[in-house]
């Protein structure tokens, strides 16, 4: 299993756009980045997943250079309702895989 | 179309007593995980089952066992509770294709050993 290694805490102003990184050096030919958003009382939820250079959907952008032993989380114009943790996975797509969620970064927003 | 469910939502237990702790998805998923998360913890994998009929162990499955018995359901049960499995514990179920994965959670059971 790929380990991630992410920044424990971050704070952002409302309106700013806001990069969180994660570390993979271990990560395997045929593993994914998945990125999930958990607020609290409830159970994380799918924010974007990626193999290499950009992708990019309604909600957030990610960004894996060449060598993808790391990517960037990019959400623009975080608002309060962001405020949330963060999981970076490393693992290998289709329906049956072991991840680590790790303990992720919790991302505050301020007013 | 619940996508996935738990029961119950709180469950205070003594030390020693059983439960089993419910999930069912009703997205034709064939992979279904079991989660706990303890304070300010991110989650750790309990169980995982690929297909119906298949389980397996994942990180932390000391004191637990899993049972699925059809592609809907995946239960996990406690036979002796003890104080250290007092969590929250998220069910998943996995939307995976050969070039994607997603996990579907439920809302989670919030569980309390004294």
């Known amino acids: 299993l790929a380990k991630t290694t992410q920044p424990i805490s971050m704070d952002s102003y409302e309106g700013q756009e806001v990069n969180i990184t994660c570390s993979h050096n271990?990560?395997?030919?045929?593993?994914?980045i998945t990125w999930y958003q958990q607020f609290p009382s409830q159970g994380p939820r799918f924010i974007i997943q990626?193999?290499?250079t950009k992708v990019t959907n309604e909600v957030a952008s990610l960004f894996i250079p060449a060598d993808r032993k790391s990517s960037t989380l990019s959400l623009p114009r975080v608002s309060l309702s962001d405020t949330a943790v963060y999981y970076c996975?490393?693992?290998?797509?289709?329906?049956?895989?072991?991840?680590?969620f790790g303990t992720g970064t919790k991302l505050q927003v301020i007013p | 179309n619940a996508g996935v469910t738990q029961t119950p939502k709180f469950q205070v237990l003594k030390t020693g007593q059983s439960m089993t702790l419910q999930c069912a998805q009703d997205?034709?998923?064939?992979?279904m995980y079991w989660y706990r998360q303890d304070p300010g913890m991110g989650l750790r994998l309990i169980y995982y089952?690929?297909?119906?009929?298949?389980?397996d162990k994942g990180e932390v499955p000391n004191g637990y066992n899993v049972s699925r018995l059809n592609k809907r359901e995946f239960s996990l049960r406690l036979e002796s509770a003890a104080p250290s499995q007092t969590s929250v514990y998220f069910c998943?179920?996995?939307?995976?294709?050969?070039?994607?994965?997603?996990?579907?959670f439920g809302p989670g059971t919030r569980l309390t050993v004294l």
């Open positions: 996975l490393v693992g290998s797509p289709g329906g049956y895989q072991k991840v680590t």
């Open positions: 998943a179920s996995i939307r995976g294709t050969p070039r994607f994965n997603e996990q579907f």
């Open positions: 990626g193999y290499k």
């Open positions: 271990n990560i395997a030919t045929n593993d994914y």
């Open positions: 089952s690929a297909s119906e009929g298949t389980t």
């Open positions: 997205m034709n998923h064939n992979s």
